[in-house]
């Protein structure tokens, strides 16, 4: 069996390996994930959903997505396509001012969300009506949109949705 993957998605400004996907990558290699992480420097959304998409179509293995406010966004859009086993997002640019409609309909599959209490970019209800919609696990924190004052809370959280995506379904008889 292949080692299975997580592709992690960066912020608008972020780079490939900042800050939350180095913390984020240490569960994920100790849960025997093989990890990368796209660049989409300079790229606008439609170009990282269609490079995120491409990238992951190129994979022997159905991807955990995991991505951090527009990269989120990126993540969940092309979830479906791409058949992802899981999402695991922070602060995703979901319902957001004259964009609602833009907010993507995600995979069935597991999906968390973290997200501040005092985002001043991505209003924290933006989230929770996503989670209630969608009913995705929602944690939210006294952090703001960058959450990074809360890695540990994020590792322990992604941790917590890999080992429930790597335990056996029950099965009802």
């Known amino acids: 069996m292949a080692q299975p993957l997580i592709v992690f998605s960066h912020g608008q400004d972020g780079e490939p390996w900042g800050t939350k996907i180095l913390a984020m990558s240490e569960p994920a290699r100790a849960a025997g994930y093989r990890l990368e992480s796209v660049d989409y420097r300079g790229l606008e959304v439609e170009a990282r959903v269609a490079k995120l998409s491409a990238f992951c179509k190129q994979q022997a293995e159905r991807?955990?997505?995991?991505?951090?406010?527009?990269?989120?966004?990126?993540?969940?859009?092309?979830?479906?396509?791409?058949?992802?086993?899981?999402?695991?997002?922070?602060?995703?640019?979901?319902?957001?001012?004259?964009?609602?409609?833009?907010?993507?309909?995600?995979?069935?599959?597991?999906?968390?969300?973290?997200?501040?209490?005092?985002?001043?970019?991505?209003?924290?209800?933006?989230?929770?009506?996503?989670?209630?919609e969608q009913s995705a696990a929602l944690h939210v924190l006294d952090s703001d949109h960058r959450l990074t004052d809360s890695l540990e809370q994020i590792v322990d959280y992604l941790a917590q949705f890999l080992r429930q995506l790597a335990a056996p379904v029950a099965r009802s008889i």
């Open 63 to 132: 991807p955990v997505l995991v991505g951090s406010s527009m990269g989120g966004h990126v993540a969940a859009a092309v979830s479906m396509e791409v058949r992802a086993r899981g999402l695991f997002l922070l602060a995703p640019a979901f319902f957001m001012p004259g964009f609602e409609e833009f907010t993507p309909v995600p995979a069935d599959c597991p999906i968390a969300i973290v997200h501040g209490w005092h985002d001043d970019i991505v209003p924290v209800n933006n989230s929770i009506r996503f989670a209630r």
